[in-house]
T-cell receptor, first 113, second 112 residues
Framework: KNQVEQSPQSLIILEGKNCTLQCNYTVSPFSNLRWYKQDTGRGPVSLTIMTFSENTKSNGRYTATLDADTKQSSLHITASQLSDSASYIC????????????FGSGTRLSIRP | NAGVTQTPKFQVLKTGQSMTLQCAQDMNHNSMYWYRQDPGMGLRLIYYSASEGTTDKGEVPNGYNVSRLNKREFSLRLESAAPSQTSVYFCAGGLTGVNEQYFGPGTRLTVT
């Protein structure tokens, strides 16, 4: 069964610290992996996308990595800010049809001052 | 350019009542989607429309109907609401063949 598992479920860190969120997937075939940020009360917004051949992608203080062999991805946040408090969702696509994509349940990140 | 808009933002229904959730996009997307988001679970696809005039079932279509009114608008209807349909509903748009989606702000629905 195609699945996307994220860990931890929730995380609290102090402002200015770094953190890493994990995503393991069993989706096959694999087309791409995307990380979304979802602020409370809002819809998800795309942060990064990686295809099979890419193993790292950055977007400002966000850096995503992908190991397609072990089917693992991580999202690293550097020098966290209060505005980083949100849920981060890992999404894996088995092909070009968005109707088949699979969403992880997300990691809820809280940044404390 | 408002992106993807949804109405209403909040709704409380009694069991058995009906209602329609509205979604509109001004990004010229061919494809539109309805998801529900429940605590501890990933977003689950209810219905989608790959192009104007077509609709298809997703993972959890039971209890819902959809209408792709035109390229801009995609509505979700609950004919007889049940407490199990208490959830946050998201509409999204995207270009066919490109699986990036742009989400609306969501509708929080409670069925009592």
């Amino acid at each position: 069964k195609n699945q996307v598992e994220q860990s931890p479920q929730s995380l609290i860190i102090l402002e200015g610290k770094n953190c890493t969120l994990q995503c393991n997937y069993t989706v096959s075939p694999f087309s791409n992996l995307r990380w979304y940020k979802q602020d409370t009360g809002r819809g998800p917004v795309s942060l990064t996308i990686m295809t099979f051949s890419e193993n790292t992608k950055s977007n400002g203080r966000y850096t995503a990595t992908l190991d397609a062999d072990t089917k693992q991805s991580s999202l690293h946040i550097t020098a966290s800010q209060l505005s980083d408090s949100a849920s981060y969702i890992c999404v894996v696509s088995p092909g070009s049809s968005a109707s088949k994509i699979i969403f992880g349940s997300g990691t809820r990140l809280s940044i404390r001052p | 350019n408002a992106g993807v808009t949804q109405t209403p933002k909040f709704q409380v229904l009694k069991t058995g009542q009906s209602m329609t959730l509205q979604c509109a996009q001004d990004m010229n997307h061919n494809s539109m989607y309805w998801y529900r988001q429940d605590p501890g679970m990933g977003l689950r696809l209810i219905y989608y429309s790959a192009s104007e005039g077509t609709t298809d079932k997703g993972e959890v279509p039971n209890g819902y109907n959809v209408s792709r009114l035109n390229k801009r608008e995609f509505s979700l209807r609950l004919e007889s609401a049940a407490p199990s349909q208490t959830s946050v509903y998201f509409c999204a748009g995207g270009l066919t063949g490109v699986n990036e989606q742009y989400f609306g702000p969501g509708t929080r629905l409670t069925v009592t």
